[in-house]
């Protein structure tokens, strides 16, 4: 009997957690378009983007996709009814492609770059007390909507937001970016809201 | 001391307690890009006014030095989990269903493309 509850109460401390995003369609079967290939013809090829940017010659579209796997694993004694420690470990592996394509004012494509990883996305390990302040693993900026579906609220920001809409990166005439790309550097540093 | 036998059926019910969730998530502007639609549409001829009539209003107006574009955006996520307390898995699948519209300077469509997913490919 003793070992019994014991190897129960081993059970009930114990639990792992999994998340899995898949986000857009694979992108391994696509070939990069050569270089002056038309726009019609690269829209044909890997169909409408998922990411536009107007550029001061052109334009750039981009395609992508996102394979986040999300594991955590946490003791607690919640479950005997003293939740006063828990221990938790998380991890998470980001695979993914990114395709670049630019084009100048003719509608010419100029440049095709494409990205591919498999990367460890972080992680951690916590022991707190009473509540689970701090999450071991963040996938947040990773699994965010599209930008198009908050286009038009960004002209509703406070001012210093909507003065500089224009230089947004998601406003479509500002430039573009990955998921993920940390907000201290780069063009995000730069904004007022 | 000896577990008593409420106790021991809790704990074996809480370990044996299963569950599963599933969800669908839906986000965009409403899907009007079929094929049966965009037939109607011919480089060339076809203007803005008859993209956005068919269309209606578009996710994003992108401003391309005197041309534009216009772009449809409709996300679908599709989850599914297995919750047995001491393992828990969720899977999350999301597909774009989008449509991509260029006009000269005269609004004059140049170009689209549109790509549909199969609702339950998920």
Known sequence: ?193 | MKPSAAVIAMALGALLLGGCAQYDSKRGVEVNWQDTVTTQLVNGQSTRRDVLALLGPPSQVIALDGESALYYLFERSQGKGLILLVYNRMQIDTRYDRAIFFFDQDDVLTEFATRLYPTDEG
């Open chain 1, 1 to 193: 009997m003793k070992v019994f509850c014991a190897a129960l109460t081993c059970c009930l401390l114990s639990a792992c957690t999994q998340w899995h995003y898949d986000l857009g369609a694979p992108l391994d079967n696509v070939a990069l378009p050569p270089e002056n290939t038309s726009l019609a013809e690269a829209l044909q090829l890997l169909g409408p983007p998922l990411r536009m940017s107007a550029t001061d010659h052109g334009f750039v579209l981009a395609w992508e996709h996102w394979n986040i796997r999300e594991q955590s694993l946490g003791f607690s004694l919640g479950a005997m009814g003293a939740d006063f420690l828990s221990a938790d470990w998380g991890d998470m592996r980001v695979k993914g492609d990114f395709l670049l394509l630019t084009f100048n004012e003719h509608r010419l494509l100029t440049s095709a770059t494409r990205s591919t990883w498999d990367n460890d996305g972080g992680g951690g390990q916590s022991i707190q007390p009473f509540f689970n302040f701090v999450s071991v693993v963040d996938a947040d900026d990773l699994t965010e909507s599209m930008p198009q579906h908050h286009w038009g609220s960004y002209l509703l920001q406070s001012l210093p937001g909507t003065l500089n809409e224009s230089s947004s990166l998601d406003s479509g005439r500002g430039g573009l970016q990955q998921r993920g790309t940390p907000s201290a550097v780069g063009q995000q540093s730069l904004r007022m809201d």
